[in-house]
């Protein structure tokens, strides 16, 4: 039994032997996929490397043994190959914008994140995507793109997070985001009197107003004709 990436030791000694005690010289007859690396070295041992890519569960290497009076036997070798998950990777360079660079976006207005991945296993159709704006998942993103607008009263250091998940493994990546303050305009409420309004020539008019702002901020008001 052999795990995926890992480097082996056979002894052909094991498998063969020569009744009268004599010295065996051992060929490798093949059998293994040809993503299976072995060598075969002079003294019986046999060097294997199952890479961790390698898709068969089982593989039959076939060897042979020739005794120093000629005669000759072949033998097999069956392994059991265990798979060795990779977790997935993002493509080199896909990832926008760089996550090294804090991002910095203004109230209302839209930051763009995205990136390129695969599986070594089983491809990218295998990957599943989650995206967070400071660790609460937004649940209608599932790509690998993601828009996120902040409101008006998330201005601020944020992280946004992907994760990917090929159903063993999870790696992910994250961005900085600050977010700027904008500073929005004050709303009328109300105003009296009306724009057509009628007044007598030395009659007194009272004018008043009331507003809001939709930042909290406190309004200070200016009269001017």
């Given at each position: 039994?052999?795990d995926?990436?890992?480097?082996?030791?056979?002894?052909?000694?094991?498998?063969?032997?020569?009744?009268?005690?004599?010295?065996?010289?051992?060929?490798?007859?093949?059998?293994?996929?040809?993503?299976?690396a072995?060598?075969?070295?002079?003294n019986?041992?046999?060097?294997?490397?199952?890479?961790?890519?390698?898709?068969?569960?089982v593989?039959?290497?076939?060897?042979?043994?020739?005794?120093?009076?000629?005669?000759?036997?072949?033998?097999?070798?069956?392994?059991r190959?265990?798979?060795?998950?990779?977790?997935?990777?993002?493509?080199?360079g896909?990832?926008?914008?760089?996550?090294?660079?804090?991002?910095?976006?203004?109230?209302?207005?839209?930051?763009?994140?995205?990136?390129?991945?695969?599986?070594?296993?089983?491809g990218?159709?295998?990957?599943?995507?989650?995206?967070?704006v400071?660790?609460?998942?937004?649940?209608?993103a599932?790509?690998?793109?993601?828009?996120?607008?902040?409101?008006?009263?998330?201005?601020?250091?944020?992280?946004?997070?992907?994760?990917?998940?090929?159903?063993?493994?999870?790696?992910?990546?994250?961005?900085?985001?600050?977010?700027?303050?904008?500073?929005?305009?004050?709303?009328?409420?109300?105003?009296?009197p009306a724009?057509?309004?009628?007044?007598?020539?030395?009659?007194?008019?009272?004018?008043?107003?009331?507003?809001?702002?939709?930042?909290?901020?406190?309004?200070?008001?200016?009269?001017?004709?």
């Open positions: 039994v052999l995926e990436g890992t480097p082996y030791v056979l002894d052909l000694n094991e498998l063969f032997s020569d009744p009268q005690g004599g010295p065996l010289e051992f060929a490798y007859l093949g059998g293994a996929s040809p993503d299976i072995v060598e075969l070295r002079p019986g041992t046999v060097s294997l490397t199952i890479p961790p890519t390698h898709a068969s569960p593989e039959t290497l076939r060897f042979q043994a020739t005794s120093s009076s000629g005669k000759s036997v072949t033998g097999e070798i069956s392994l190959i265990i798979h060795q998950n990779l977790p997935p990777a993002f493509v080199p896909s990832i926008v914008p760089d996550p090294s660079v804090e991002i910095r976006v203004s109230e209302g207005r839209p930051a763009s994140f995205g990136f390129n991945a695969t599986d070594p296993d089983s990218p159709a295998a990957l599943s995507c989650r995206w967070y400071d660790d609460i998942r937004a649940v209608n599932t790509g690998w793109t993601f828009a996120w607008t902040p409101s008006y009263e998330q201005s601020g250091l944020h992280v946004v997070k992907a994760e990917l998940n090929d159903g063993l493994a999870i790696v992910q990546v994250r961005w900085s985001l600050f977010v700027v303050d904008v500073n929005r305009r004050p709303v009328i409420t109300a105003s009296w724009t057509s309004t009628v007044a007598r020539p030395g009659s007194t008019v009272a004018f008043s107003a009331s507003a809001s702002d939709p930042d909290g901020d406190r309004l200070e008001f200016t009269w001017s004709l």
